[in-house]
């Protein structure tokens, strides 16, 4: 099969490509490379199943020319950063919204009709139901990626209604792993790189999160688009358990071999818009088959392997 | 108060304006009348508490200048149509979504932090909650019109979360009455003064509609925006009883004194993502005070009799 993937040079996006070629199908790479990086392409660009095509998912032009045989678009371009949403509050419009629906009319006028998005569990706000499923009460945005990241799923759920598209609409908790380059672990090893003797951390540590390994989040997402036959398809992707800021800087440390100071900036959430606890019912996506392989200890510990293996990437990392 | 009403020359809007306007407040008007109709604005162009800037609501000099000393935005302005979407699939991103935006990040850069926004009861989808509150299970969208207006209520609670935004997100169900001009009544009040002997019917007529006569919803519009405290408030509008399409038809026949032969095309939609029942749980708003005047009966022969006076409205529309 030959699939496009917008925000191929991205984290989640390169792993998914890799991941895809190594399968035996076609890949068409598609990424602006505002934060996407040429580095995490080596792999796929040795195979000849792969082709790059540079452009942003606001053109509708480089876009349709990318699409030419795709049967399968995984769209995970977007802006991925949650906390700065109100330093520029258009850029998630843009990029997660209208980028959205260029991609959506694209495919339209391509005569292509099977999606997956990447969606978030920020969507769900401030849940009032624990682990929450995906139809938990229709929630409050409290960010405007989320607000964003909500849009898009509605403008997807509506071109399957009403140009019979289908639509798999993955809602993540923070993916960690491989190739991981933005959040709190990410954050807390530049921090302890830099200076090992004292360590920031936004709130109150006591924020709890449900970190997923990204080859966890990558077989989830090829088991749901192999095995989900609903026209549109909204699934949670999570670990079924979770851990607080603390826990994952204990663990940091304990992996670094180091003994911080640390520093709380106070208050439960690490800034406005943040969700003190973000755990997701799985029951969905499991039973489609899908478990996490590896714990959340284990995908932190995979993740600072990789991050000080790869100096460059932790260097280079605006 | 100086209110900003955006949409001023539509139906909900040149209402809401006159009532605004009798009630003692100071009004600027903003329409791009695409769809707005001067003749609904010569009441209030009687009033010297009363200025008008035509503008659309995606050009933001404009709309910045329109909120010069503006304290709260009633933002109505939009495509009302949920049916053609598919015809021009950027339409309701443009003026409902993006214009949403426009108007927001307007407000911010002008110090305005009060809004009240017009969404949709079409928001719940198919909802399997009914009738539907607020808090509904989450639902997955079928229109284009829907998801365009989910997607404004998504960036109106982010800009509450993010910059302390106060807003009233008032669900509609289809609102009827003096200056209505779009919808099942008027269509079928439009055929049967053309021809009396026949009229035609989207799908099998049992689609149930919850009709709300427009001073009812503005009497709620106004209670909530004076009763209700919280940073988003979330509000469904709409009658506490229902009518299937085929009552409503019986009741205009009989205001007519006509009797058709009815031709239906068939099928429980009266189009691709038409809902066959939208009926809102309305307890939120009448906690608040508020309880609808007219029944649904009363709301239509008042819309039959306003159109029935005002032939030109029925000429003139497209």
């Known amino acids: 099969m030959r699939y496009l993937v917008t925000g191929c040079a991205g984290f989640i996006g390169s792993t998914l490509t890799d991941r895809l070629l190594a399968a035996g199908h076609e890949v068409v790479g598609y990424d602006n490379f505002s934060t996407g990086r040429e580095d995490f392409l080596l792999l796929a660009r040795q195979s000849r199943n792969f082709s790059l095509v540079r452009g942003d998912v606001l053109d509708s032009q480089t876009l349709a020319q990318a699409m030419d045989g795709v049967e399968f678009v995984f769209h ?33 006028r391509s005569g292509v009709r099977r999606i997956a998005f990447s969606s978030t569990g920020s969507v769900y706000g401030e849940a009032r139901v624990i682990p929450t499923p995906e139809d938990a009460p229709f929630p409050v945005q409290t960010s405007l990626y989320a607000a964003s990241k909500l849009a898009g799923e509605g403008l997807i759920a509506a071109f399957c209604a009403g140009f019979g598209f289908q639509a798999y609409l993955f809602r993540f908790v923070s993916i960690l792993g491989e190739r991981y380059t933005h959040g709190h672990v990410f954050d807390f090893y530049r921090q302890l790189r830099a200076h090992p003797d004292r360590l920031a ?35 949670n992707l999570g670990h079924d358990t979770y851990c607080e800021v603390n826990d994952s800087i204990g663990w940091i440390c304990a992996e670094l071999g180091v003994t911080p100071r640390i520093e709380y900036s106070g208050g439960e959430r690490g800034w406005a818009g943040d969700n003190p606890f973000i755990f997701l019912d799985t029951a969905r996506i499991r039973a489609l088959g899908w478990k996490p392989m590896l714990s959340i200890r284990e995908g932190v510990g995979k993740t600072i392997q990789y991050l000080r293996t790869h100096p460059h990437v932790v260097d280079t990392h605006p």
Do not use: W
């Open 76 to 108: 995970l371009a977007g802006n991925a950063d949650v906390r700065f949403g109100t330093a520029h509050p258009r850029k998630d419009l843009e990029q997660n919204t209208i980028g959205t629906h260029t991609v959506l009319d694209t495919m339209r």
């Open 201 to 235: 951390v936004l709130g109150d540590g006591r924020q709890r999160k449900s970190y997923l390994y990204v080859q966890d989040c990558i077989n989830a997402m090829l088991i749901a688009t192999q095995r989900a036959c609903d026209s549109v398809n909204i699934l």
